[in-house]
């Protein structure tokens, strides 16, 4: 799994069970970059439900709407933050689940490109699990749009995709952080923000894309997503269970 390609190993899988800040959260997962890069941490998966947040791009901060779209996401109730990655604006909150994986890599940025298709796979994997028809790909009108989107299908409308899962990549000398939310339940919040600050930004995007995974497989819950996702990752690894206290956080 160190590139997305080599064999099964070992992988560390911690619980983050509460939030520690919008921010913070965000900033803990380039903390745990720097140890993986420094040989201070094998290769690890961290798991949490953040609190609600808007992450936007670096190129989000050069628009002349970018003030009114952060004070849009305050009066939405969610924090508004600027990610190091880039792309477009993405929402999140506790109905959404948000996977950091770590590792330490020689050469990280070799496999860059492959590994967003690869997770891509994994993650339309542990979703179709729980019986989403999903698929990897940009949906047209997708906010916080990417070629290794993941997006489900409407059962009974096919025409209605709706984008499940963001990602975004982080590689430094000596290994990668692999981040991605998965939108389980109450779209509806998450929508709103969007829209409210995409308006702000300017930007063009179809809300109809802004779904969650419960609105295509009724009664599914972040607990299910993440057995899903686990069982899914068990099949590319070896998983060994930690408590969040070993991060050191």
């Given amino acids: ?3 997305g390609g080599s064999g099964p190993r070992t ?5 983050q069970e509460e939030s520690l800040g919008a921010g913070r959260d965000l900033e803990f997962g380039l ?3 720097g140890k993986a890069r420094s040989g201070g941490m094998g290769p690890t998966l961290r798991l949490y439900r953040p609190a609600p947040t808007v992450a936007f791009g670096q190129r989000d901060t050069r628009l002349p709407g970018f003030e009114a779209a952060a004070q849009a996401c305050r009066d939405n109730g969610f ?4 990610r190091r990655a880039g792309g477009r604006a993405a929402a999140y909150h506790r109905g959404t689940l ?3 994986h770590i590792e330490p890599d020689e050469d990280a940025i070799a496999g860059s490109k492959t590994r967003f298709a690869y997770f891509g796979e994994l993650f339309a994997d542990a979703l179709r699990r729980v019986g989403v028809h999903a698929a990897v790909g940009e949906i047209p009108g997708e906010y916080c749009p990417g070629e290794f989107s993941v997006h489900g299908t409407d059962a009974l409308d096919r025409t209605h995709q709706v984008k499940l899962v963001g ?3 982080r590689v430094v000398s000596g290994g990668w952080l692999f981040s991605s939310v998965i939108v389980v339940e109450n779209s509806a919040p998450i929508r709103k923000v969007l829209t409210d600050s995409y308006a702000a930004l300017g930007l063009e995007w179809d809300p109809a894309t802004a779904g969650a995974v419960d609105d295509l497989v009724p009664g599914v819950d972040v607990s299910a997503v993440e057995q899903a996702l686990l069982a899914t990752y ?4 070896t998983l060994a269970p930690a408590p969040f206290s070993s991060l050191g956080a």
């Fill in 98 to 100: 948000v996977v950091d």
């Fill in 79 to 82: 924090e508004p933050l600027v």
């Fill in 167 to 169: 990602t975004a990549q």
């Fill in 11 to 15: 992988l560390t899988v911690v619980r």
């Fill in 31 to 33: 903390e745990l970059l």
């Fill in 234 to 237: 068990a099949g590319h690894a």
């Fill in 1 to 3: 799994m160190n590139d």
